[in-house]
Nanobody, 124 residues
Framework: QVQLIESGGGLVQAGASLRLSCAASGRTASSAHMAWFRQALGKEREFVAAISWSGGTTDYADSVQGRFTISRDSAKNTASLQMNSLKPEDTAVYYC?????????????????WGQGTQVTVSP
């Protein structure tokens, strides 16, 4: 069992930055791949970024490549998402995710554990 708690969402203007954090706890938390997904109002949940359990491999959606950076602190069992140059289209509820096969990292339906979500709103 893995528990995930996100923090760091908020309301910002376009061009600003935000940092989301996800605290993971549980027996297998330290060995789990982790990811961030987001879901805008009326849309399906979509993949944003993923990081391997070792932190050595990352992957990003094309829409955030070069603007967002995912990282993890294995000692603290936390994963973070640094979001720069935010755009109004980044507005969504952002979810931390854990435990999935790396080859299925972009598939929301293959994620075993989810956080409760944190709202990110970017105004024009």
């Amino acid at each position: 069992q893995v528990q995930l708690i996100e923090s760091g969402g908020g309301l910002v203007q376009a061009g600003a930055s935000l940092r989301l954090s996800c605290a993971a706890s549980g027996r297998t938390a330290s060995s789990a791949h982790m990811a961030w997904f987001r879901q805008a109002l009326g849309k399906e949940r979509e993949f944003v970024a993923a990081i391997s359990w070792s932190g050595g491999t990352t992957d990003y959606a094309d829409s955030v490549q070069g603007r967002f950076t995912i990282s993890r602190d294995s000692a603290k069992n936390t994963a973070s998402l640094q979001m720069n140059s935010l755009k109004p289209e980044d507005t969504a509820v952002y979810y931390c995710a854990a435990e999935f096969l790396w080859r299925e990292r972009g598939v929301a339906g293959q994620v075993k554990y989810w956080g409760q979500g944190t709202q990110v709103t970017v105004s024009p």
